[in-house]
């Protein structure tokens, strides 16, 4: 028997006693648009995303939803040269998720996660399910998975702008 993706992450989740709740929510068009469904702010949506190593293999990212990755500050996280993003086809392989629902729990294959070091609190991510988001303690999340903790992360590039813009007036 097949598990479904919330049942995945369920299962991984009681096996690393990581406690997890799950809340349905209505399709939404952007980030900000699911925080403000859920009630949170954007930065307690923890977006993972799945990065490629040079060497074929995957790392799992995990980024507060109001910023974006810093490559040069994840890459000196890994101690690698070149990391990308792949393709959502090969990031559905290489996890069993699709783009939108992956989270590292349940994962197909439990490749090392990087944390940013703003992580903290209750925080929502994927569930391995369209419209369906999962709560956690971020140190009981960061915990169980043994993730590598580590400033990965810099503003996200249109919020800088704004704030420049702001600062200015």
């Known amino acids: 028997m097949t598990l ?4 995945r992450v369920q299962q991984d989740a009681d096996a690393r006693g990581i ?9 939404a068009g952007s980030l900000e648009e699911a925080a403000g469904l859920l009630g949170i702010a954007p930065a307690s ?3 993972t995303l799945v990065v ?3 060497d ?8 507060p939803g109001d910023r ?5 500050k994840l890459r000196a996280a890994v101690g690698v040269n070149k990391l990308k993003l792949p393709e959502a086809s090969v990031a559905l392989e290489a996890t069993g998720y699709a783009r939108g629902t992956i989270v590292p729990l349940g994962s197909t294959t439990a490749w090392p996660v990087y944390a940013d070091s703003r992580i903290a609190d209750r925080i929502a991510l994927g569930a391995g399910e369209a419209g369906l988001s999962a709560f956690v303690s971020a140190d009981a999340l ?3 998975l043994g993730a590598t903790v580590a400033d990965i992360t810099e503003a996200n590039a249109v919020a800088a702008n704004t704030s420049e813009a702001n ?3």
Do not use: N, Y
């Open 167 to 169: 600062a200015s007036d």
């Open 45 to 47: 949506i923890v977006k």
């Open 142 to 144: 960061i915990a169980g």
């Open 4 to 7: 479904s993706g919330r049942e």
């Open 68 to 72: 974006q990755i810093s490559w040069a």
């Open 19 to 27: 406690q997890i709740e799950f809340v349905s929510r209505p399709p």
């Open 56 to 63: 074929g293999t995957f790392l799992f990212a995990l980024v």
């Open 52 to 54: 490629k190593r040079h």
